[in-house]
Every structure is written in C-alpha cells, then in structure tokens.
C-alpha cells in the first residue's frame, strides 16, 4: 500500500520523553549523553500514534461514564470472542473468557495454579525474559528446550521437548506463537507435533500468544486452541490488545481456559492477588473500541511493517551483510544475528548504546541462546529507521 494512499498517520515521528514511556527513560539511563532525536528501538510496544477511533472513543467515554469500579458487559466479551473468531476460525464461548491486569500477571499465576512447587516448567529458548523469571520465582523447576537454529531458521527440538515432558515432574508447557524474539509463526503441524506430545505425558500448555495479530505477509497464525478439540481441552490462551493497537499500558489480559476444573484452578489462584475480571474502567472500553472499530487501522499498520521489513533485510543485504536478520515471520520485533562480529555480550552492547546510539533489546537477556543477537523493534516511522540503519552502517565500518 503506497503511503499517500493512507488514511491513518505512521510517518509522525514522536519525542515520548517525558512521558514516563518505560523505553524511552530506560534510553536515557543506558546512555544520558544520548543526542536529541534518538529514538529507541526497545520494548514492545510502538513509535505510532494509537488508532484515532480509541483515542477519540475514550474522550467520549470520560463524558459517559462515572470512573469507579467496573465489570465487562456482554459488549466487551462479544467484541473479544467476535474478534478471534472473524479472525482465526477459533470459536470461543463468553464464560471461558477471565480478564487480567496485564498478561504477565495471568502468567505467573497460571504456573501457580497448573504446577506445584519444584515441579518442572519447559520453556523454548531464546524467549521472552519475564517466562524464565516467572518460572524461577515462584519456585517452579525451569526446563529449557533451546529452539533449533539453523541457516537462520529457527525450529522446534521435538526430541528433547519429548524427553523433557516425560519426566515425572513436568507439568506445564510455555509455547510463545509467534515467538518472541525470533519471530517465528508455527505452522499448524508444529503446533500439532507439541500438542500431541503434551497429550501423551499431562503436559498442560499456557500458549501465549499476544502478538497474534501482527503476521507479515505470507504467513498464517494457528491458535494452539483451534487445532483440536482436545488441544482447547489442555491449554490456556493468552491474548491482548495491547501489542496490536499500541496499548500495552491498559493492562488488559484476555485469557481463556476451556476447561471448567482448569479455571476454576486459575481463577482460585488470581483470587489470591487480584480480583478476576476487575479492569480499569476505560480498559474495558478501549478493548471493546479496538477489536470492533479499528480493523482498517490494523491492515495499515501491517502494510507499514511488511514496508519496514523490507527496508531492514534491502538495507542489511546490500550495506551490512555482515548483518544477519531471521525472518520476522511475526510480531514486529527483529531479531539480528551480529555474531559474525565476534563481541562478547557486553562490548557489543556498548557498541550499540555508546557508539552508535542504537538501543535494542540485547539478544542475552532472552537467554544464553541469544548472545550475540539483537532484538529490534520495527514499529517506527520510516525516517526513524533508516537514520538508525545508517547509524549501524557508520559505527560497523569501523570494526570490518
């Protein structure tokens, strides 16, 4: 889709110093003599402004509404079933659906309530830090199962993942699809070859799958739930608006657990530290706005994305080939091979803050599989991205 075809802003570029954004003040720690303008490439959520149908939407709702406490109506719980299944064939019923504050928190008290204390929890890495966080402390045995990476594919060890779920003490599964940082989008016979396996061992799976509207073009999302029956039987999906329209700072978890014994279990833990189903009162709105409003926004979005994918891999290929991007399957988060460089883990994240006034995500936070890798986020302007494309290309010319 050419740009002045758009209907919807991408191209302003924001300062969200200030404002209290998380990667915008973690930027000016890493690095306080950073130069006016630098934008950083962090943290998972976007340099666009939110779609104006939210934005405006709340205005309304202030005029509307008393802020006190709130429970969802049954237009919020329609627009969240209505959305997954207009979007993925996945049908959903009302009652399997539990909102949190956050999906983190949802998280870490699933691994609660699906596996007891010591007992083991397998995790695909590299992966998402707050997982093996989650896992560890709250004293769960963290069993990793390193995803395969090959020619720059990554993919499933399905003989170890078998071997780790039939030890007597695995209980749950962590599956990220698409999976965060390297982008992958399982394909419906991966998901069935790890469903399967969880099957066969009692293995109960938490599939997180936040960025599951965010798929570049060629490739189509599965949800673990609708590939069978008895896989929606054995799961806990995890979903949000908040990746898909840029808000991650409402807080609103949507999970869904089909099995009765199952929710009562996650909703028994959740009871514990919060309450189930309370959300801040313009959450509820803003999650009822985005998935019934703002579709056109979400396919212009994506046009711009697959544009900045573009942009990235032409810009590396020609300029950088040094440079290895993974195919970013989903998500907007790019995950860059730089270990042809051959830094250790902290003279390369100097290079990138210090030097080149780049601030991804390093690639050794998501576990030791990801030293040497940088996660970056390509949900930005375009002017932002090439200004940092030509950042690296300056401060790499030096070390080649």
Same mark, same amino acid.
Request: with cysteine.
């Given at each position: 889709?050419?740009?002045?075809?758009?209907?919807?802003?991408?191209?302003?570029? #924001?300062?969200?110093?200030?404002?209290?954004?998380? %990667?915008?003040?973690?930027? %000016?720690?890493?690095?306080?003599?950073?130069?006016?303008?630098?934008?950083?490439?962090?943290?998972?959520?976007?340099?666009?402004?939110?779609?104006?149908?939210?934005?405006?939407?709340?205005?309304?709702?202030?005029?509307?509404?008393?802020?006190?406490?709130?429970?969802?109506?049954?237009?919020?719980?329609?627009?969240?079933?209505?959305?997954?299944?207009?979007?993925?064939?996945?049908?959903?019923?009302?009652?399997?659906?539990?909102?949190? !504050?956050?999906?983190? =928190?949802?998280?870490?008290?699933?691994?609660?309530?699906?596996?007891?204390?010591?007992?083991?929890?397998?995790?695909?890495?590299?992966?998402?830090?707050?997982?093996?966080?989650?896992?560890?402390?709250?004293?769960?045995?963290?069993?990793?199962?390193?995803?395969?990476?090959?020619?720059?594919?990554?993919?499933?060890?399905?003989?170890?993942?078998?071997?780790?779920?039939?030890?007597?003490?695995?209980? #749950?599964?962590?599956?990220?699809?698409?999976? =965060?940082?390297?982008?992958?989008?399982?394909?419906?016979?991966?998901?069935?070859?790890?469903?399967?396996?969880?099957?066969? =061992?009692?293995?109960?799976?938490?599939?997180?799958?936040?960025?599951?509207?965010?798929?570049?073009?060629?490739?189509?999302?599965?949800?673990?739930?609708?590939?069978?029956?008895?896989?929606?039987?054995?799961?806990?999906?995890?979903?949000?608006?908040?990746?898909?329209?840029?808000?991650?700072?409402?807080?609103?978890?949507?999970?869904?657990?089909?099995?009765?014994?199952?929710?009562?279990?996650? #909703?028994?833990?959740?009871?514990?530290?919060?309450?189930?189903?309370?959300?801040?009162?313009?959450?509820?709105?803003?999650?009822?706005?985005?998935?019934?409003?703002?579709?056109?926004?979400?396919?212009?979005?994506?046009?711009?994305?697959?544009?900045?994918?573009?942009?990235?891999?032409?810009?590396?290929?020609?300029?950088?080939?040094?440079?290895?991007?993974?195919?970013?399957?989903?998500?907007?988060?790019?995950?860059?091979?730089?270990?042809?460089?051959?830094?250790?883990?902290?003279?390369?994240?100097? !290079?990138?803050?210090?030097?080149?006034?780049?601030?991804?995500?390093?690639?050794?936070?998501?576990?030791?599989?990801?030293?040497?890798?940088?996660?970056?986020?390509?949900?930005?302007? %375009?002017?932002?991205?090439? %200004?940092?494309?030509?950042?690296?290309?300056?401060?790499?010319?030096?070390?080649?």
């Amino acid at each position: 889709m050419n740009k002045t075809h758009r209907t919807y802003d991408f191209e302003t570029i #924001l300062d969200r110093s200030g404002t209290g954004s998380v %990667k915008w003040e973690q930027m %000016k720690s890493d690095n306080p003599n950073v130069e006016e303008g630098i934008v950083p490439f962090s943290i998972a959520d976007m340099e666009f402004k939110n779609p104006p149908e939210i934005t405006e939407g709340l205005k309304a709702c202030l005029d509307e509404i008393v802020l006190g406490y709130q429970t969802p109506e049954d237009s919020y719980r329609t627009a969240v079933t209505s959305w997954v299944k207009r979007r993925y064939g996945w049908e959903a019923r009302p009652e399997w659906l539990i909102n949190t !504050i956050g999906v983190i =928190n949802a998280f870490c008290c699933g691994i609660r309530a699906f596996a007891g204390e010591g007992e083991g929890v397998i995790l695909m890495t590299p992966v998402y830090p707050p997982f093996a966080e989650g896992i560890c402390k709250n004293g769960r045995k963290l069993y990793r199962c390193p995803l395969i990476c090959q020619d720059g594919t990554y993919t499933i060890n399905f003989t170890l993942l078998e071997q780790l779920a039939e030890k007597p003490d695995c209980r #749950l599964l962590i599956l990220c699809n698409p999976h =965060n940082p390297v982008g992958r989008v399982w394909t419906r016979e991966e998901l069935m070859r790890v469903g399967e396996i969880c099957l066969k =061992n009692n293995v109960f799976v938490i599939s997180d799958e936040v960025h599951c509207d965010i798929i570049m073009e060629g490739y189509k999302f599965t949800s673990f739930a609708s590939v069978s029956e008895e896989f929606a039987e054995n799961c806990m999906i995890c979903l949000s608006p908040g990746k898909t329209f840029n808000l991650a700072g409402i807080k609103s978890g949507c999970i869904f657990v089909r099995n009765g014994e199952r929710r009562s279990a996650l #909703l028994d833990e959740i009871s514990k530290v919060l309450h189930p189903n309370w959300l801040p009162a313009l959450s509820y709105r803003a999650v009822e706005i985005a998935y019934t409003k703002c579709d056109a926004w979400m396919g212009e979005m994506l046009a711009v994305l697959n544009e900045n994918k573009e942009m990235l891999v032409q810009f590396l290929n020609e300029r950088l080939p040094k440079v290895r991007p993974v195919e970013m399957e989903g998500t907007y988060l790019q995950w860059l091979d730089f270990r042809a460089y051959g830094w250790d883990i902290k003279e390369q994240e100097r !290079i990138m803050q210090q030097e080149a006034q780049l601030f991804f995500d390093e690639g050794y936070r998501f576990g030791e599989e990801g030293e040497g890798f940088e996660r970056m986020n390509l949900a930005c302007p %375009k002017a932002v991205l090439l %200004k940092a494309l030509e950042r690296l290309e300056t401060v790499l010319r030096r070390y080649e």
